[in-house]
């Protein structure tokens, strides 16, 4: 069984920066299969995607990360980054770390079948 635990969150000032890490276990890679995201979701909104990267190194962001924010991943394939700069209070949300459960788009939430328990992020105007 594949355990997402997500760390970094904090409070910041609007224009600083954060890095969030997600440590996976259980999680075999396959290049074929390996895809690993960030999502979020701020209180009365629904969970949205925030950057994605599968095992051809292929990565989407959504259009509100604006170049802010870097997704990356250790040699291992096993911890999984965002660095997150530039905040603003609309960045403000809970974010979670996903892992593929299921075939598809590495960037439906459908697809991913395993979830961390999610990093808080707020950042004060």
């Known amino acids: 069984q594949v355990h997402l635990v997500e760390s970094g969150g904090a409070s910041v000032q609007a224009g600083g920066s954060l890095r969030l890490s997600c440590a996976a276990s259980?999680?075999?890679?396959?290049?074929?299969?390996?895809?690993m995201g960030w999502f979020r979701q701020a209180p009365g909104k629904k969970r949205e995607g925030v950057a994605v990267i599968d095992g051809d190194g292929g990565i989407k962001y959504a259009d509100f990360v604006k170049g802010r924010f870097t997704i990356s991943q250790d040699n291992a394939k096993t911890t999984l980054y965002l660095q997150m700069n530039s905040l603003t209070a609309e960045d403000t949300a809970m974010y979670y770390c996903a892992a593929r459960g299921d075939g598809g788009y590495c960037w439906i939430q459908g697809v991913f079948g395993y979830w961390g328990q999610g990093t808080q992020v707020t950042v004060s105007a």
């Open positions: 259980g999680y075999t890679y396959s290049r074929s299969r390996h895809c």
